[in-house]
């Protein structure tokens, strides 16, 4: 097979990586290489990182009125539209996900810049009600300067967004360094910026490898924010790394979420939201509703007919429209699910679905959908992220113990509640400790909606109103409004 050959975004211009090392992209539906990208080292970070802060200081930029890097954004978002369906081919192809799946959030993706491009001129500092009668004070939001953007696999267009859009509203310049197993639709994004009218430099893309192309990224001196999105290990090196550089970060990592499924709940829309919750997305996805935790009553009836609906999940290709779950985008990550699947057979979790690659002509990463019933909630399976299709199911009592497991995590980045009493929705609401409920839905995201978690789910929050803020210094201006000569230099005024 011919690859496709793609180049860096540094400075506005398509560049090689100055080795001229290269690595392969695989394809995960056929386990075959189908790209070909630069390898940047610490050599193209620097001049990464060094166009990135030469455009930061451009008048070009710098100047640019808020109103006008808002209707950039905006013309950012109307591009993506015009290139959607070219957009959700590419993710599909490159990470393994679901073209149904890389359509919705394609389509969805101009939001982010839209709702975005309109904060970009709401960016109001205050005028303090200073104690102080011969001074006035006034604060301002200012840009922080180059933000570094490390990007995962498995929704890389949506959670390039996030960081790209406040990033650039409040006047940052941005160097990305998406997955090396998930590039192509971010150099898309580079260029479309381009086209848009972002002066180069502001936006560039490196390509390559954690450990060499991130890390480089991440301890530049010249770096003020470190925006990333991943698993915990590699933002411990993250959060290493931003203490040399004092940078701000964002960490959005991974999740355990419980999906809890009271006795009064609409039991129908509760499964989908199982479904949707575990085996959307083959589970890779970081809010994945991996712990299902419902109530004795329903518990024989629940597990059975979400047996029944999940074992109708049409597995194949992702390009194919019909198919329902795609592979894993990874083989590593297909090793990981096993490991973790066999690690909970062997500490007595009973296997009532999957638990195996399935029997399809695909030399692909598949694996089934997988329903594992456990008796204790301190097992591993229930404890560790997975990020592959697999729920573990455990039976509780009363609202007293699902809550005292919802909280029994390391994590906290969602939760789902599924229930017909309004009070119990809220009473849930409030004691979960995760930085999003859905009650009786499930993976519902909006530009308007905060996302972000609590405990080892990280800290930070993008999207939202405030997120904007999050890319910005406050300077606060004191102006000595008297005409007498300054007064005694030895005392604080
Ligand atoms: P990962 O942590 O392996 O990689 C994420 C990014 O970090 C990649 O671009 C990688 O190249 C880079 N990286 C690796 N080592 C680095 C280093 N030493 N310095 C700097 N950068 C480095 O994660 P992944 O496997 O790509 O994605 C899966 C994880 O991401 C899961 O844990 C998942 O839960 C999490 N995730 C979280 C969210 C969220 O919004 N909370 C969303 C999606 C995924």
Known sequence: MTLARFKMCIDGQWVDALSGKTFKSLDPSSAEAWAELPD??????????????????????????ATGRGKLLRRLGDLIADNKEHLAQLESRDNGKLIRETRGQVNYLPEFFHYTAGLADKLEGGTLPLDKPDMFAYTTHEPL??????????????????????????????V?????????????????????????????????????????????????KIAFTGGAATARHVVRSSAENFARLSLELGGKSPNIIFADADLDSAINGAVAGIYAASGQSCVAGSRLLVQEDIYDDFVERLIERASRIRIGNPQDDASEMGPMAT????????????????????????????????????????????????MKIMQEEVFGPVASVIRFKDEAQALAMANDSQFGLAAGIWTRDLGRAHRMAKGVRSGIVWVNTYRA?????????????????????????????????????????????????
């Open 445 to 493: 995201v909006s530009a308007m909606a905060p996302i972000g978690g609590f405990n080892n789910s990280g800290y930070g929050r993008e999207s939202g109103i405030d997120s904007v803020l999050a890319y910005t210094e406050l300077k606060t201006v004191w102006i000595n409004l008297s005409q007498e000569p300054m007064p005694d230099p030895f005392v604080m005024r």
């Open 176 to 224: 990305l360094k998406p997955s090396e197993h998930a590039s192509a639709t971010i150099l898309e994004l580079a260029r479309l910026a381009l086209e848009a009218g972002f002066p180069a430099g502001v936006v560039n893309v490196v390509t390559g490898f954690g450990p060499s192309t991130g890390a480089a990224l991440t301890r530049h001196p010249l770096v003020r």
């Open 40 to 65: 940047a080292d610490q050599a193209d970070v620097e001049q990464a990182v060094q166009a990135a802060q030469k455009a930061f200081e451009n008048p070009a930029w710098r100047n640019l009125s």
């Open 331 to 378: 083989a590593q990550q297909l090793a990981v699910v096993e490991g973790l699947v066999a690690d909970a057979l062997a500490e007595g979790a009973r296997l009532r679905l999957g638990g195996k690659r399935p029997a399809i002509d695909a030399r692909g990463w598949y694996y089934e959908p997988t329903l594992l019933e456990c008796d204790s909630h301190s």
């Open 145 to 174: 300067g180059v933000v570094a953007g490390i990007i995962p696999w498995n929704s890389p267009l949506y959670l390039t967004a996030i960081k790209l859009a406040p990033a650039l509203a409040a006047g940052n310049t941005i």
